[in-house]
């Protein structure tokens, strides 16, 4: 495992990741075009790229865009109806693990930007038949979410003949510099499966010890080329054209249209993933377990690369946060129908040896991403990790234990 010099990532990244002769990595080498590349130029391009697009007489929708209640949904529909001008119809795939802050921050959206909404209601069963076999045998209890949220929008492309599907930032670009912005790199169905989906369509599910059935993945299967060419899909990521800095652009959400924030206990950014019980909780667990580092690292790394925090600051943040227990495990039991028991014994399965030692005591030994960077502290001194001030959290009861998961979520008075 090779570190880079400048963030927290490695060469072990999921996504892959190289490191150059000088100790730099290929995504803190593409985030440098941030500061080099002429947006208002990039931006011309973009309004090229959609005219073709507009529906003048309003016989239909001008694009596709996908949304949660989180993450940057507010700054993709603010670009697309206020700068772009265009007619957007929203799509979101129901999580199930929704939290009421969630519900409202999506119902505000569509209300503050006089937006039309679709959501999808998987079958709850399917559901969790679906996460019992996945959790099992590749240790993800978000397979179903993945496939829903980049399938649906899809799908409703083709069904309402909408061409364009406009979506945020590109993962791969973003965290481990996969493409340039200047590739313009749209969606694919190969790119999905490969790195959304841990290389598994829906059609790879079921099997002989599994009680999946066809109806159970119908919902997720993308559609065939026939279908895709006959209405001339393509999905653009519009993090392309406009220089992405998440911390800013929900900042600016805040101002301009009450998006609402938390606060997490294992990470410090109060802006993502507010919509849902899990992801910032078990789900990021497992994420550790697996892969040896958590979400807050990517976190500190985005921080990093945009200059509000040093390399050691960073790594402060990560390992204050990372090993933070999982708040909501026994909501998640209770969803799934497992004891607590069963669910340790099935997450302990899918620790990476490569990260984790069982000692015969039972206690189980991290040695990952973090605890491999040694970073001299300034004068020798540790830090108090103190970035968490410089985000905002606008509600202090965000994903309170108390709640339910609401499986299907109506209005909120905004």
Not at 317 to 341: I, N, S
Request: proline residues 5%.
């Amino acid at each position: 495992m090779e570190f880079c010099k400048r963030c927290l990532y490695t060469t072990a990244h999921p996504l892959g990741l190289t490191i150059d002769q000088d100790g730099i990595c290929s995504g803190c080498r593409v985030h440098q075009e941030k500061d080099q590349l002429d947006w208002q130029e990039r931006w011309s391009r973009l309004e090229k790229l959609v005219e073709p697009y507009r529906n003048p007489n309003g016989s239909n929708y001008d694009c596709v865009v996908p949304v949660t209640g989180a993450n940057d949904s507010y700054y993709i529909v603010h670009l697309v109806k206020k700068r772009l001008g265009l007619n957007p119809l929203l799509v979101t795939y129901n999580r199930y693990f929704n939290t009421p802050l969630g519900i409202r921050n999506l119902a505000n959206l569509r209300i503050r930007l006089n937006c039309d909404i679709l959501y999808q209601n998987v079958n709850p069963e399917s559901v969790r038949r679906i996460v019992r076999s996945t959790l099992r045998r590749f240790g993800s209890m978000f397979w179903p979410i993945l496939a829903g949220q980049s399938v649906f929008p899809v799908q409703t492309a083709v069904r309402y003949r909408i061409p364009l599907i406009i979506w945020g930032a590109h993962q791969g670009l973003e965290q481990v510099g996969m493409f340039s912005h200047l590739h313009e790199v749209e969606m694919t169905r190969r790119y999905r499966k490969d790195h959304d989906l841990m290389g598994y369509e829906a059609d790879d599910l079921p099997s002989v010890f599994d009680t999946l059935k066809q109806r159970d993945i119908s919902q997720f299967r993308y559609p065939n080329d026939q279908a895709l060419s006959s209405v001339g899909v393509r999905g653009i990521y519009i993090g392309n054209f406009v220089r992405w800095d998440p911390k800013a652009q929900h900042e600016d959400m805040i101002s301009l249209y009450n998006y609402a924030s938390a606060r997490f206990e294992r990470t410090f950014d109060t802006y993502d993933h507010v919509e849902c019980f899990s992801y910032m909780d078990l789900h990021d667990q497992l994420k550790l377990f697996k892969h040896g580092y958590s979400k807050v690292t990517d976190h500190a790394t985005r921080e990093i690369r945009h200059g509000r925090l040093t390399r050691a600051q960073g790594l402060d943040l990560v390992r204050h946060h990372e090993q933070k227990a999982p708040e909501h495990v026994d909501l998640f039991c209770e969803w799934l129908g497992l004891q607590p028991t069963a669910l340790r014994f099935i997450l302990d399965q899918h620790r990476n040896p490569d990260y984790w030692h069982e000692e015969s005591s039972g206690h189980w030994v991290f040695n990952g991403w973090s605890a491999r960077q040694h970073i001299p502290h300034d004068n020798g001194a540790p830090r108090t990790p103190s970035s968490s001030a410089a985000f905002i959290a606008t509600h202090t009861r965000g994903l309170d234990a108390g709640d339910k998961f609401i499986t299907i979520g109506k209005g909120w008075p905004c």
